[in-house]
Nanobody
Framework: QVHLVESGGGLVQPGGSLRLSCAAVGQIFSIAAMGWYRQAPGKERELVATITSVGTTNYANSVKGRFTISGDNAKNTVNLQMNSLKPEDTAVYYC???????????????WGQGTQVTVSS
């Protein structure tokens, strides 16, 4: 069994910064890609940023230039540095890992439990 552990959410004022971290836990051989998604109240879950095992990144237009995703294949971790935060960034942020190969099997899509980010003065 593998699972994702997230940390780093919280309350921040507009213009501030937060850093989210996510670690994939288990006997993992490889992960194809990891990323962050978010869901605001009354809205659908949306992609924020993803990074593949070879370092290819993809960002939602709404966060380009403000958020930076980074990953460590050796540690099976992904981080999201969020700068210049806006109230509209308020949401529950979820970590996701794609195509995990582990000692216990193959996992197509694995989600974290979510961490709240609130941007408010």
């Amino acid at each position: 069994q593998v699972h994702l552990v997230e940390s780093g959410g919280g309350l921040v004022q507009p213009g501030g910064s937060l850093r989210l971290s996510c670690a994939a836990v288990g006997q993992i051989f490889s992960i194809a890609a990891m990323g962050w998604y978010r869901q605001a109240p009354g809205k659908e879950r949306e992609l924020v940023a993803t990074i593949t095992s070879v370092g290819t990144t993809n960002y939602a237009n709404s966060v380009k230039g403000r958020f930076t995703i980074s990953g460590d294949n050796a540690k099976n971790t992904v981080n999201l540095q969020m700068n210049s935060l806006k109230p509209e960034d308020t949401a529950v942020y979820y970590c996701k890992a794609d195509n995990i190969r582990s000692a216990t099997g193959y996992w197509r899509d694995t989600w974290g439990q979510g961490t709240q980010v609130t941007v408010s003065s």
